[in-house]
């Protein structure tokens, strides 16, 4: 290409002038001035790591070729997204969430107006889904205040009643540091909604700060585990014998890794966690893809009774969707054995995690609002959808998502990357790496030190009571009383959508089996 720049000459060039300019500030060292031998030192270290680049390694072809200036073009790249996010991206180009969704979050952490100006930055080309409004919004005083009663399906003593329509999705202490449980705990029960535990095992931080808990077990049962990975009865008991616990989530699947277990890298297990996990330290603690009780539908409804039966509080599982004909046999499963969970938690494909293999992230899962369409559908059609509860997750951080799930079929939202960001997190993306630079899912203490447990926890409770003041407000304008009364004839969903696609799908699929 005319006027490129031949990087080969410019490199040999400067492995040429790196040793010429240190035997150069030598000499001016030695007859002009003492302070030239400043430069002398650097530039022999710049010489000494050059020929190490250039003659001794052997892993990097680029530094081979290249010498030092082959590690310049290795910082730029390791910086490139921090350059395209602060510099070079618009608002509306990042990935997995823009600056205008993170901007939104933020403000309403913050309690700060989130009002825009001037028009919507987003497109209106027909390919976006759209809430209906109604000529006659309603009074704000005629809508009746949102409640949902886990386990009164199944008339439990110690069934389980949210009053928004919000949840905080599993993430678990190992994933998250110390400051960030306790911060997102602690902001909860000042939200007035529950948070759900992960599956790190005996949440010793979620349970300190007192607020309602939602247990998950994992496939690897952490914290109530027999030895062979089943479930140890007792230590589950136990558990739930405090107060905090409110219900109990099996895991099936998650979104951002369906048909793998769960994945700590090794970077973040502490003495602490190794103790609580019953892990050993220095090695990536991979979690089985399957419960060892749960190899078909049978088994698995058994297993979800087993655990119904034993701490008699609501009893939800949570999996991502695929094959929708094997959703299927596992409702017509329950009904047979007359046996549902309390709810069933929808985890999208776009859901997040932290640390998965990039092609299960990429590849696997069907996405969350055709999902929730897909098991609304299907437990309807089944004549049993109210026999249990839809939770709908995976990146539902702004009101305008949770409509549309609301609207397709979920009871209420869950959110773990919303609620990240309103803790203060800036999507680095270095999760699994022990390196948040936002002290959040990291465990050293210099970057935890960062995260202020109170003042976090106030950012949480805003985002909740900002979340929930758009709720209504939507609820009004859209021309509906009752939660429970929001449906699909009030989104706007145009033929040129994935999501119109997904459902013409889905409904010949479902109607043909």
Same mark, same amino acid.
Request: include cysteine.
């Given at each position: 290409?005319?006027g490129?720049?031949?990087?080969?000459?410019?490199?040999?060039?400067?492995?040429?002038?790196?040793?010429s300019l240190a035997?150069?500030?030598?000499?001016g060292?030695?007859?002009v001035?003492?302070?030239?031998?400043?430069?002398?030192v650097?530039?022999i270290?710049?010489?000494v790591?050059?020929?190490f680049?250039?003659h001794i390694?052997?892993?990097?072809t680029?530094?081979?070729?290249?010498g030092?200036?082959?590690q310049?073009?290795?910082f730029?790249?390791? $910086?490139?997204?921090?350059?395209?996010?602060?510099l070079?991206?618009?608002?509306?180009?990042e990935?997995?969430?823009? =600056?205008?969704e993170r901007s939104?979050?933020?403000?309403?952490?913050k309690?700060?107006?989130?009002?825009?100006?001037?028009?919507?930055?987003l497109?209106?080309?027909?390919?976006?889904?759209?809430? =209906?409004?109604?000529?006659?919004?309603?009074?704000?005083?005629q809508?009746?205040p949102?409640?949902?009663?886990?386990?009164e399906? !199944?008339?439990?003593?110690?069934?389980?009643?949210?009053?928004?329509?919000?949840?905080?999705?599993?993430?678990s202490?190992?994933?998250?540091?110390e400051?960030?449980?306790?911060?997102?705990?602690?902001?909860?029960?000042l939200?007035?909604?529950?948070?759900?535990?992960?599956?790190?095992?005996?949440?010793?931080?979620?349970?300190?700060e007192?607020?309602?808990?939602?247990?998950?077990?994992?496939t690897?049962?952490?914290?109530? =585990?027999?030895?062979?990975?089943?479930?140890?009865?007792?230590?589950?008991?136990?558990?739930?014998?405090?107060d905090s616990?409110?219900?109990?989530?099996?895991k099936?699947s998650?979104?951002a890794?369906?048909?793998?277990?769960?994945l700590?890298p090794k970077e973040?297990?502490?003495?602490? &966690?190794?103790e609580?996990?019953?892990?050993?330290?220095?090695?990536?603690?991979?979690?089985?893809?399957?419960?060892?009780e +749960?190899t078909?539908?049978?088994?698995? &409804?058994?297993?979800?009774?087993r655990v119904?039966?034993?701490?008699?509080?609501?009893c939800?599982?949570k999996?991502?969707?695929?094959?929708?004909?094997e959703?299927r046999e596992?409702i017509?499963e329950?009904?047979?054995?007359?046996?549902?969970?309390?709810?069933?938690?929808?985890d999208?494909?776009?859901?997040?995690?932290?640390?998965a293999?990039?092609?299960?992230?990429?590849?696997?899962?069907?996405?969350?609002?055709?999902?929730?369409y897909s098991?609304n559908k299907?437990?309807?059609?089944?004549?049993?959808?109210?026999r249990t509860?839809?939770?709908?997750?995976?990146k539902l951080?702004?009101?305008?998502?949770q409509?549309?799930?609301?609207?397709?079929g979920?009871?209420?939202v +869950?959110?773990?990357r919303?609620?990240?960001?309103?803790?203060? +997190?800036?999507q680095?993306m270095? +999760?699994?790496?022990n390196?948040?630079p936002a002290?959040i899912?990291?465990h050293d203490p210099?970057?935890?030190?960062?995260?202020?447990?109170?003042?976090k926890s106030? =950012? $949480?409770?805003?985002y909740?009571?900002g979340?929930?003041?758009?709720?209504?407000?939507?609820?009004?304008?859209?021309?509906? !009383?009752?939660?429970?009364d929001?449906?699909?004839?009030?989104?706007?969903i145009?033929s040129?959508?994935?999501?119109s696609?997904? &459902?013409q799908f889905i409904?010949k699929e479902?109607?043909?089996?």
């Open positions: 290409m005319a490129s720049v031949d990087l080969h000459k410019v490199s040999k060039f400067a492995n040429m002038a790196i040793p035997v150069l500030f030598f000499v060292g030695v007859y001035s003492f302070y030239f031998h400043f430069l002398t650097a530039f270290l710049l010489t790591v050059n020929l680049y250039l390694q052997r892993k990097h680029i530094l081979r070729n290249f030092i200036l082959g310049a073009r290795y730029i790249e390791s $910086i490139g997204p921090e350059m395209r996010q602060y070079f991206a618009n608002d509306t180009e990935r997995p969430f823009n =600056r205008i939104e979050i933020y403000r309403k952490a309690g700060v107006d989130s009002a825009s100006s001037f028009g919507s930055q497109d209106f080309d027909n390919s976006e889904i759209k809430i =209906r409004h109604s000529m006659y919004p309603v009074n704000m005083d809508i009746t949102f409640s949902l009663t886990f386990g399906e !199944r008339g439990l003593k110690k069934a389980f009643t949210i009053t928004k329509p919000y949840m905080i999705s599993a993430m202490y190992g994933a998250l540091g400051n960030a449980v306790r911060a997102l705990t602690r902001g909860a029960k939200a007035g909604i529950p948070m759900n535990t992960g599956e790190g095992g005996t949440p010793k931080y979620h349970m300190e007192g607020g309602d808990l939602i247990f998950q077990m994992g690897a049962k952490f914290g109530v =585990r027999n030895d062979d990975g089943s479930l140890n009865d007792q230590l589950l008991l136990d558990l739930i014998a405090n616990i409110k219900m109990i989530e099996i099936l998650q979104g890794k369906p048909g793998k277990g769960g700590l973040k297990i502490t003495k602490e &966690i190794s609580l996990r019953s892990v050993p330290m220095g090695v990536d603690v991979v979690s089985p893809a399957h419960h060892i +749960c078909d539908g049978e088994s698995t &409804i058994k297993f979800i009774k119904q039966d034993l701490t008699q509080i609501p939800g599982i999996l991502c969707v695929g094959k929708t004909t959703f596992i017509r329950m009904k047979a054995q007359d046996i549902f969970p309390d709810y069933i938690a929808i999208g494909a776009e859901g997040g995690t932290g640390a293999p990039k092609a299960f992230m990429d590849g696997y899962g069907m996405p969350l609002m055709a999902a929730i098991a299907i437990l309807t059609d089944e004549g049993v959808r109210n509860k839809i939770l709908a997750s995976g951080i702004n009101s305008n998502k409509f549309i799930a609301l609207a397709l979920a009871d209420a +869950c959110s773990a919303g609620f990240m960001l309103a803790l203060g +997190c800036i680095s270095l +999760c699994g790496n390196t948040c002290g899912t990291t210099e970057l935890q030190r960062g995260l202020d447990v109170e003042e106030t =950012r $949480i409770a805003n909740v009571n979340l929930e003041h758009d709720f209504y407000e939507m609820l009004a304008a859209s021309g509906i !009383r009752e939660a429970k929001i449906n699909i004839d009030h989104l706007y145009p040129d959508t994935a999501l696609d997904q &459902i409904v479902t109607s043909e089996y």
